[in-house]
């Protein structure tokens, strides 16, 4: 246990900052169960249903880039040049995180569990608590996608050219092992 105020400080400031430095956007990556990332449902030989997930830190920007992004792998894996996103959908899911500071003991309650810590510098001069409330939003992306073989035709006008997107929307993909801990 630490006894000198000054040490605890130091230790604290030393963890909020480790913790905090952890908290990166979700990479392009494939999804672990329950988890961040892409995944992937085949619907026929040549149509896939895709969606990527993101955490808080991610923006809807980003996720909508991984998505087509993994469109265009899976194309060129299977063997397509081109693909055309049908139904095409971003869910934003909002839930709030509730702050509460009662007497330099501040704590939040998020998916409705309580968490606390205290902070001697966040208090309320007359003693009273105060509450906050933040937003917390994660992004879902999903798409069909139909794969196609060969040129693109003029008809197919809303296809994307699958080696084109990887060349445009591949300097904006991290991956895990690119991100500094």
């Known amino acids: 246990m630490i006894k000198s105020p000054l040490l605890r400080l130091i230790f604290a400031l030393s963890l909020v900052g480790l913790l905090s430095a952890c908290v990166h956007p979700t990479p392009y990556q494939q999804a672990p169960p329950r988890g961040f990332g892409y995944n992937e449902d085949r619907l ?45 959908d971003t869910e934003a899911k909002t839930s709030y995180r509730y702050w509460v500071d009662l007497y330099g003991r501040r704590g939040y309650f998020y998916h409705g569990f309580p968490r606390w810590h205290h902070d001697p510098w966040h208090r309320d001069p007359w003693g009273r608590p105060s509450y906050d409330v933040e937003p917390v939003t994660t992004y879902t992306a999903t798409a069909e996608i139909i794969m196609i073989r060969g040129p693109r035709r003029d008809r197919d006008i809303e296809a ?13 993909v991290v991956r895990p092992e690119q991100q500094s801990h």
């Open 44 to 88: 026929d030989q040549n149509r896939y249903r895709i969606t990527f997930r993101g955490n808080s830190s991610t923006p809807r920007e980003t996720v909508e880039d991984y998505l087509l992004y993994r469109a265009a792998e899976l194309t060129l894996q299977n063997g397509f040049d081109h693909f055309i996103m049908v139904g095409r």
């Open 160 to 172: 994307f050219d699958a080696r084109q997107v990887l060349a445009q929307v591949g300097p904006r």
